[in-house]
Every structure is written in C-alpha cells, then in structure tokens.
C-alpha cells in the first residue's frame, strides 16, 4: 500500500461545521415554505416568525401580502401544520438513520454496514403490512400503523441478537443470522400480500419511505426519544474508536467488547426502528453520512456519531426538497430521492474499498 | 521479598473442544523480568499470554496477576494492570499517530471525559520513547511496517501498566527492525521495571534480550531457565525436530543457534551409499505408487520423463526425486530426452510403469530399448482391460519389442519392488537377479 493512494488525514477544521450550522439554518427556514403548494416567500416568513415567536413579531402574520383572511389562515395551516412538521420529521429521522448507520458501521467495523442491517427493515414492513392487510385500528392509521411497524421492527432487532448471541456470538454470525431472517420475514411478507393485492400498494408506498404521517404529536415523540438514544449512542464513540482495532485488541485497552456491541447494537436498532415506524423505510442515509463526515473531519467516532446525525438530518431534509422541487404538487416517496442521491457513492465508496485496502467485516 | 509476583499460575489447562491447548502448565514471572516464551507453531504460546490477559477462562488451575486472579478484575482494571502488543493489529482508518497512542488511555476515561492535556504530553513522549516523536501528526496506514509496530508498543505503553505482553511482535518484522523493537522493550523493561513477556519465534532473539526463556511444546512447560541454560542442540532435536549446531557468541557471551536440516525419523535420506539409481520410467500418475515403495525401501531413485504439474512429476518432487522433465503436455523435446538419457545412463535398474503412451511422450519407451540387456529392465503390467495406447498400436508394439528383448514382466508395484531388491543386493546373491532371457 503506497502512501499515494491514502487520503491525507483529515485534521479537525471548524469550517465544515460552520457551513453545516448555516447552511443546515436556512434549509430549514426554506424547506418550511416548499411543499406540495408553493407558499409565497414573505408571508410564509411572516406567519413562520409570526407562530415561532408566539406572536409576539408580526402580529398580523398576514400584513402586505394582499390575502385575505381565509387565505391567511390556509397559508398559516400549511406552513405551521403540515409542512414545518414535515421538515422537522425529515431531521429527526436523517439524524436517526445518520447516527444508526454510523454505530453500526463502527460496531461491524463495516464500512458498507446501514441501519437496515440487522433485518430491522423487514419487521417494520411486516408490522405495517399486517394493519393494512387486517385492517387494524381503521380510521386511527396513523396510531396503528407506527405502533405495530416499531414492534415488528425492534421484535426482530431482537431476535436475531438473541439468536447470535447465544454461543456463537462473532460479528459475522450475527449479519448473516441477520440477512437470514430478513429473507425469511421478505418471503413471509410476500406471502401475504400474494393474497392482499390491494394493500400491497399501501405497503410498497410505506416500502419507499415518506414523511406523511409528520405532525406535531409525532414530532414531539420522534424527537425526545431520538435525542434520548441519540446521545446514548454518542457516548459510545471512545469504545468504538477502540473496535476498530479488533475485539481484543480493544480488550487489552479496556473495553468490554461483548457488552459494547449488544449495547450499541440494541441502542441503533431502537433508534432505527423509531424512524422506521414514523416513515418506512428510507434508505441510503445511514449509509452515506458517516462516510461524508469521515471524509470531512476524520474517523474518530466521537465525531462521526454526531457528525453523522447533523448530517443524515440535512441530507433527508434536502432529499425532501428536491423531491418537491424537481416534481411539483406532487408527493413523491422520498426514498426514491434518497436511492438516487446514495446509490453512485454507495458505488463510488465500493471502488475505492477495492483501490484502497483489503474491504472486510473481520 | 514479600513482593507479589507480575505472574502466577499453577497446573493450568486449557482445552480448545477435544485439544488441549496448554497442559498443567506452571508459570511464574517474577516484577522486572523480561521472559521469552518460545516453542514450535502450535505449542500453545499465544493460549498462554490470551490465558494471562484473561481472554480465555482456563479449564483448571488459574492466572494471578500481581496477586490478584486476572478474571476477578473489571476488564477496564485488567486494562491498567496488563498491556498486549499483538503481531498485528487490524488498522483500517488512517487515525493520527497521536490519536492513535491516546486510545491507549481509554482504562483512564470516564464516558464523557475527554482526553486531557496530561494525556496528550504523555502521548507525546511516549511516541518519542518509540522513535516516532515527529510523526504525530501523521497516519498509521501512512507510516512503514516497522513505525507501525512501534506505534502499537506505544499505544500499549500510554496504558501505563507494570505488565507488557507482547505476541510475535517482530513476525513482520526485517532483522533491523526485530532488533530496533525488542532493544526498545527492554530498555522500557530496564528503566521503569516493566515486566515483559514476549512469544518470539526466534531463538537467537530470544537469547539476547530475555533474561529467561520458557519453552512450551504441545502445550507443556518443557524447559525454563536463562538463555545459556536452556538453549541446547539437544532442546531443538527434541522440541522443534531440527539439527542445528549451538555457539557461543564471543562479545556477548550469549548462546546462539545456526539451524542445519529438519530430522525426519521416519524415512533416513537417501545418501549415496544407498543402492540405486532405480530410474522410473511413468507419467501421468502411473509411477507414484512405484516412486514411493522404492524411496521407502531406501533406493535412491530417479524419473523420467516426466510432464510438469502431473501426478508423478509431483510426487517425484515431493520425494526429492531427480527427474527429467518437459513441460506440461509438451511433446517431449531434445532437451528432456537428453536428461532422460542421461539418467537411464546412470541407472542399475529401470521400471517402467504402466503409463498411457500417446504421442507426445512415446519417446519414453523408444529411450528404455537401447539400455535392455546392458542393466535389469522391469516392465511392470498394467492392470487388465486398461487400454495404455494413445498412440496408434505404436506403444504396444514398442513394449512387445522391450519384453522380446529381454525386458522382465512383473505384474505388479510389489513384485516389482522385490525385483529390484533381488536386482541391487550384494554382489553374493546376484546370482538371484531375474534372467535377462526370462520375459
């Protein structure tokens, strides 16, 4: 291995952060005002400082735009209530997936590990495909359906880490008992739906991800549990830094390497399956945003944790954004923008693996 | 003198399924000693150090480290006590030198410290310690493999413990850099009181640097004691099977090995007393089974010719076997058939196998026809309804004229082998070799 061929080591700069914080600062504020129905810039500033301040700046959100009132309230609700809880959803559940896919890459010390590894995917799925398929809770979906798609999701986190932690408890058992029981819940899921075809399209639409069920109560529990297990995790990044360097090595330094990845492992799945409930399955951003804060500021995980979660939360928010954009009136599955945006670097970090060093779990 | 010793186990075992791995072994390291285990592959070395860093549970006796049993202790406690340097550590991200050595603090930290200034000047000066003190800043992957290793001994080091073990840290290592390390861990040893014990795969290194050397073979304790002590011509016979010859170096005073040859017991190299040439005449796997009885019943042996990559080329090499040889699937060329002729030349016997003739190697069979009647020639018979002709009738008519002219028809690898003891014996009995006009 040539020197040549290693990136420099990147040092700590504090530019990128700074780009991140103002950046991330403004594609909020305008992210509010995109949606489906176009909101006009000044007024949607107006009513958004207007509800943020609790009235208190432009009491009359409204004033110099021409509305009239019934217009102004229409606006205040689509801004307020639909698309400023859809803003927050996409950071909450980027943050998750960024932070998930980071803990996990570090814990199977794999760069091309995501948060969808353990089989959590095809529980949630499953979850929700049974409240479409026997019409669970009808009327109250949007308690329903996160409910059984969380349960479906973190049952199967569960499962196979009970599964492989039993007597053969390496790191390469436990994906493949993961990739093992995700096909069995596909072919179970499958099998269902073969004889539901037509919430078979409900399910695929839930498949490819989306922000519809964002509202203030989601929200609000989104974004105190993941803050919760988000910080958790975080405090892991010491001992994952450790594992890189092999399970024994990290021993003779210290770390409980077992109880380090069963925790880490249960925290990322807990934190996925959250995001899984509220809005399917969005792929490619646990994948991608770690890689993007190692490239920019190192591969010290202290780092990448938080770095991957401010990250994934802008990447989503983004995705959301030019969905919207490159399609208007029209909600699109975000995944779709996801896979797009995560696929050519997804191939992009397999060739260089290939170009840089041996690739591998061990 | 009251001091609790760095290591103290009795009658420990370990077993890996139905192996033992280490065998009532009893292992004492008293504070400051630097001690070398050494042993063949697989005699257990690294089960005794993985033991002693309370990686594996015994399955009797146990591991005391400065008095306290190692499996009793936190892992993070274990970590300020012990310290390992592996033969290599897994790197995959190019950390900073500097932040690598830190993560050696890691038995120091509380979850939500972080690394402190004291850490730091202490990671600095330990990579000094190693060499490394301007290469800080620089990446692991980026530095060779002898920086690396020492960045790994410093990474050790910053756990600040009073016991280093380290595994084969020299295995990667040119003899340059296997001596620069192991001078630095025992001068470590020396000024701060380190204990150290080291795996080495080389003797000689063990010799200079240990002040005691423990020798492990099959998981038993066979040997234990300072270097002039236990080193012997005798222990490398009886533990690692080789001859070597044993010297003194005369500015250190210490012992050295200069290894010679493997001994194998089993089968006494052929030398050149032994009866022979037989020359093997095969091809295509025909002759191995002939090869090998005659290589064990001593027989200096030789082949041709052969075809590279083919069975019997490969079990002629194996055996040590002269042989001439074409390569693969070639018609045999001027060159082989030159070398071939050189050997049946030599040869006081030859055997032809039952090999299948086409083409490419009927040459084998025209080559053996003039040596008929000047040495033994057996033609050993193929076994019945094999077809050996490939090449037109020309091979059956090339063995009719071979038996026509006084080659011997032996049916079988044993009848075979036994004509050719008759064939080699001592002048007095030669009278028994098979007649000439018998076939």
Redesign the interface.
């Known amino acids: ?1 040539s ?1 040549a061929t ?4 990147p ?1 700590r700069r504090w530019a990128p952060g700074l780009v991140i914080l103002v950046g991330g600062g403004v594609l909020v504020v305008l992210s509010a005002l995109l949606g489906a129905v176009d909101v006009p810039v000044q007024g949607g500033l107006q009513i958004l400082l207007h509800q943020l301040s609790g009235g208190q700046l432009f009491p009359d959100p409204c004033r110099g735009t021409g509305w009239s009132s019934g217009r102004c309230g229409a606006y205040t609700f689509i801004v307020w209530d639909l698309y400023l809880p859809e803003v927050l959803l996409a950071l909450v559940v980027g943050a998750a997936l960024g932070i998930a896919g980071g803990a996990l890459q570090g814990v199977f ?1 794999n760069p091309l590990a995501d948060p969808f590894l353990l089989g959590i995917s095809s529980g949630g799925t499953l979850g929700a495909a049974i409240v479409y398929v026997y019409r669970i809770g009808v009327g109250h979906a949007d308690l329903y359906l996160p409910a059984f798609a969380f349960v479906g999701a973190i049952s199967t986190g569960l499962l196979i880490l009970a599964v492989a932690r039993g007597r053969y408890g390496s790191v390469e058992t436990l994906l493949l008992t993961g990739v093992a029981i995700a096909n069995l819940l596909s072919a179970i899921l499958s099998l269902v739906l073969l004889y539901n075809p037509v919430s078979g399209e409900q399910v695929t639409f839930w498949l490819l991800g989306g922000l519809g069920l964002a509202d203030w109560q989601v929200d609000g529990l989104a974004v105190g549990a993941v803050l919760i297990l988000g910080t958790l995790l975080c ?2 990044g ?2 994952l ?2 594992l ?3 399970p ?2 990290a ?6 390497a077992a109880r380090v990845r069963v925790r880490v492992i249960l925290l990322a799945s807990l934190v996925t399956a959250i995001a899984v409930a509220f809005t399917g399955i969005i792929g490619f951003v646990g994948l991608v945003s770690p890689h993007i804060v ?1 490239r920019l500021a ?3 995980y ?1 780092i990448v944790l938080p770095g991957g979660a401010a990250v994934g939360a802008l990447f989503l928010l983004a995705a959301r954004d030019i969905s919207y954009l490159a399609f208007p009136r029209v909600v699109l599955p975000l995944g779709i923008f996801t896979a797009f945006a995560g696929v050519p670097f997804f191939l992009y970090l397999l060739y260089r693996q290939r170009r840089l ?1 041996p690739m591998g779990g ?1 | 003198m009251g001091s609790p010793l760095a290591v103290h186990s009795s009658g420990l075992e370990v077993r890996f399924g139905s192996r033992i791995a280490l065998h009532a072994v009893d292992f004492d390291v008293a504070a400051g000693e630097f001690v070398a285990l050494v042993g063949p592959n697989g005699s257990g070395k690294t089960t005794l150090l ?1 033991t002693v ?1 309370g ?1 594996l549970t015994p399955d009797q006796g146990s591991v005391e480290v400065f008095g306290t049993p190692v499996l009793d202790l936190a ?2 406690d ?3 006590r ?3 340097v ?1 033969q290599e ?8 030198l500097l ?1 690598y050595v830190l ?2 603090r ?2 120091f ?1 509380h ?2 410290d ?1 690394d402190t200034e004291a850490d730091r000047v202490l990671a600095r000066r330990i990579l000094g310690d190693v060499g490394l003190a301007d290469r800080a ?3 692991i ?2 530095i060779s493999g002898g920086e690396r290793q020492r960045a790994i001994l410093a ?2 080091l910053a ?1 600040e413990t009073p016991l280093l073990l380290l595994d084969e840290p020299t295995a990667h290592l040119d003899v340059a850099h296997q001596l620069d390390l192991l001078s630095r861990v025992r001068s470590l040893s020396r000024t701060r009181g380190v204990t150290v014990i080291a795996a080495l795969h080389d003797l000689n290194l063990a010799a200079r640097f240990s002040d005691r050397i423990v020798v492990l073979s099959r998981g038993r304790r066979v040997a234990d004691g300072s270097p002039k002590d236990v080193l012997s011509e005798d222990l490398l016979a009886r533990v690692w099977g080789v001859d070597a010859d044993l010297a003194v170096d005369s500015r250190s005073g210490l012992p050295y090995l200069l290894p010679r040859r493997l001994i194998t017991e089993t089968r006494p190299a052929p030398s050149s007393l032994s009866p022979g040439p037989v020359h093997v005449v095969g091809g295509g796997g025909a002759a191995a089974p002939l090869l090998r009885a005659l290589v064990d019943d001593g027989f200096r042996v030789t082949a041709g010719a052969l075809h590279l990559l083919d069975t019997d080329a490969e079990t002629a090499d194996s055996l040590g076997i002269v042989a001439a040889v074409e390569g693969p699937f070639a018609p045999l060329g001027a060159e082989s058939r030159a070398r071939h002729r050189a050997l049946l030349e030599e040869a006081r016997v030859i055997v032809v196998a039952p090999f299948a003739v086409g083409p490419s190697n009927l040459a084998n069979l025209e080559d053996v026809l003039p040596f008929v009647g000047r040495v033994p020639v057996l033609l050993v018979e193929p076994p019945a309804g094999s077809e050996l002709d490939f090449a037109g009738g020309a091979a059956t008519a090339l063995r009719a004229a071979l038996g026509a002219s006084g080659a011997v028809a032996v049916p079988d690898v044993a009848a075979a082998v036994r004509a050719v003891h008759q064939a080699l014996a001592p002048v007095s009995t030669a009278s028994a070799a098979p007649s000439p006009v018998e076939g």
Do not use: K
């Open positions: 291995m020197t290693l990136r420099p080591v040092t010390r405090l892991y010491r001992e830094n450790l890189q360097l092999g024994d090595v021993q003779s330094a210290g770390v409980d190692r190192g591969s010290d202290r060093a061990g | 993985r860093l990686f892992i993070r274990r970590a300020r012990v310290a390992w592996p550590e897994t790197l995959r991200d190019n950390v900073p932040q993560y050696g890691y038995p930290h979850p939500l972080s800043e620089d990446g992957l980026s990474r050790a756990q």
